[in-house]
């Protein structure tokens, strides 16, 4: 039943990511992924599970193509935190190589030193989110 749980509260979460990052700016996004605070539903999920569901449901994406690390980063990142995994996410730019040419944006996530669905190319990070498992035992201790 958990994983079940686990699966619709994922497919919601990405189903709505799309008409969120209409209506909302970068910094209400982020508000969003990190809440709710304390909270921890899923802990003893391996990450390997809650990046395998998350690469499942975002695998053919059919809304935000050109953005879909975004949806996918935010999404695991959400994820993780709710069940207590020490994350890391990452935005960062490519500036554009020749005139002419449009800067690139990247988003990925960072487990234990791995990162997932890591950039190709020289990117700068231009912001850097970090939830530790300290940070979710604040509501454990009350």
């Given at each position: 039943?958990?994983?079940?749980?686990?699966?619709?509260?994922?497919?919601?979460?990405?189903?709505?990511?799309?008409?969120?990052?209409?209506l909302?700016?970068?910094?209400?996004?982020?508000?969003?992924?990190?809440?709710?605070?304390?909270?921890?539903?899923?802990?003893?999920?391996?990450?390997?599970?809650?990046?395998?569901?998350?690469?499942?449901?975002?695998?053919?994406?059919?809304?935000?193509?050109?953005?879909?690390?975004?949806?996918?980063?935010?999404?695991?990142?959400h994820?993780?935190?709710?069940?207590?995994?020490?994350?890391?996410?990452?935005?960062?730019?490519?500036?554009?190589?020749?005139?002419?040419?449009?800067?690139?944006?990247?988003?990925w996530?960072?487990?234990?030193?791995?990162?997932?669905?890591?950039?190709?190319?020289?990117?700068?990070?231009?912001?850097?989110?970090?939830?530790?498992?300290?940070?979710?035992?604040?509501?454990?201790?009350?």
């Amino acid at each position: 039943m958990p994983d079940l749980l686990l699966r619709a509260h994922i497919w919601l979460v990405a189903t709505l990511f799309p008409l969120l990052e209409r209506l909302l700016p970068l910094r209400g996004l982020l508000w969003l992924a990190e809440q709710p605070s304390g909270w921890t539903p899923y802990r003893g999920v391996p990450s390997d599970r809650i990046v395998a569901l998350v690469d499942r449901r975002l695998s053919r994406p059919r809304q935000m193509r050109r953005r879909r690390c975004l949806r996918q980063g935010m999404t695991l990142f959400h994820f993780l935190r709710l069940a207590g995994v020490t994350a890391e996410l990452r935005i960062g730019v490519l500036g554009p190589a020749a005139s002419g040419r449009r800067l690139q944006g990247h988003c990925w996530v960072n487990i234990a030193g791995r990162d997932l669905y890591p950039p190709s190319g020289n990117f700068v990070v231009l912001l850097t989110r970090v939830f530790t498992a300290e940070d979710s035992n604040v509501s454990d201790k009350a």
